[in-house]
């Protein structure tokens, strides 16, 4: 069957614990620059990760040199255990799903999905066995003879991931394959992109530069930029505790607010700020920090609060401002502040109206201790 090849291939490697895809070492370089460097990355048996970051960050060239489209100009590529570097795409083992979809337009629906075994000359009964099976396991049986140009954008993103898991694959690349689709049909894809990764426990790497999609999505996730790896973590992670600056701006909505650090701290401590206001509060610290360094206060808008009057002293990280203006967003509504203590800040309310508050209003922003993180300028 199928279904069950593709689980066992998906499941079994060089050793129980062996990552399934290994990346040491990796560069590539155009001229004088280096569109990727220095990439360790490891992917697990059945796992589900995602590189995330802005344009021209390095993902696309990534999943090239994984592909073998891009050759690396340094560090090696394992896939349980054999190198891949050198090796010819077709000889690599591994599903791509494009952009694009790259649908062969005169073929039909089954031609395109059985395209892969053709050229691997499996014999036509077993092509139409398993492409049959795979039509039904992506929910688009009994569409086999239809072209591509009949189908929806939905469905024909199904088609592109039914042809690259029809060969069995080691490994799975998948490089922004629901950027084509509008919002609605892209949020109902992301789960049945899900389902059958879950399904068939193939290893795959996502790429997007849609922060939602990622955390929504994956097992992990590589934030990239630049050509380099800024953080590998959890989903979780990577939201909840930003290894830096960029990675909490880029992931979310952000609240940044400059503070100095009053007494040295240890990475993973907690230590006392103080803001331009002369205020202190004492919070985590990710990395150490020396006594009178800048940092920034990061705090996320939907883990702060607005209030009418600044309440006493209770540990809370509690901030004169003033409110600029408010986003009605249907489910939610954002105050945007300025701070006496210098700087802006957004906080959503869940709930809220428009005409809880108004703009020139003095107000107090609050935060609690706990969600906030010091990063260092």
């Known amino acids: 069957m199928l279904q069950s090849s593709l689980s066992v291939t998906g499941a079994t490697g060089t050793g129980a614990d062996a990552p399934a895809l290994v990346l040491k070492g990796v560069g590539k370089s155009y001229g004088p620059h280096w569109a990727v460097r220095d990439l360790d990355i490891a992917v697990e048996q059945g796992e589900f990760v995602t590189l995330l970051g802005p344009s021209g ?205 009053v007494e040295a701290v240890a990475a993973g401590a907690t230590g006392l700020v103080q803001f331009a206001d002369g205020s202190r509060v004492s919070i985590p610290f990710r990395t150490g920090s020396q006594a009178g360094r800048q940092v920034s206060v990061a705090v996320r808008p939907e883990r702060c609060a607005v209030v009418r009057q600044t309440p006493k002293s209770d540990g809370t990280a509690a901030l004169a401002a003033t409110v600029t203006h408010l986003v009605y967003l249907g489910s939610k509504v954002e105050i945007h502040l300025e701070l006496a203590a210098g700087g802006v800040a957004v906080v959503e309310s869940v709930g809220g109206t428009v005409d809880d508050f108004e703009a020139g209003q003095r107000v107090a922003f609050l935060a609690s201790p706990q969600d906030c993180t010091a990063l260092p300028d």
């Open 57 to 261: 960050c390095g993902k696309t060239t990534t999943l090239s040199i994984i592909a073998g489209f891009v050759e690396p100009d340094a560090g090696t590529i394992l896939l349980r255990g054999k190198p891949l570097v050198g090796l010819p795409p077709f000889k690599r083992g591994i599903g791509v799903v494009f952009q694009d979809y790259a649908l062969f337009p005169h073929m039909s629906v089954a031609q395109n999905v059985g395209y892969g075994l053709r050229a691997r000359r499996i014999p036509r009964p077993e092509i139409d066995a398993r492409v049959e099976q795979m039509l039904e396991l992506v929910r688009l049986g009994g569409l086999g003879s239809r072209s591509p140009q009949a189908l929806s954008g939905g469905q024909r993103q199904r088609v592109a991931l039914a042809r690259a898991l029809v060969i069995n694959p080691e490994f799975l690349l998948l490089d922004e394959p629901l950027s084509n689709l509008d919002l609605k049909l892209r949020e109902e894809m992301r789960l049945e992109v899900v389902r059958l990764q879950r399904q068939l426990s193939v290893p795959t790497i996502f790429v997007t530069h849609d922060q939602s999609e990622a955390l929504a999505m994956s097992n992990r996730i590589v934030v990239m930029n630049d050509g380099r790896v800024e953080q590998i973590g959890s989903p979780k992670d990577i939201y909840e505790t930003p290894a830096n600056r960029f990675v909490a701006q880029f992931i979310g909505s952000m609240n940044l607010i400059s503070a100095t650090v």
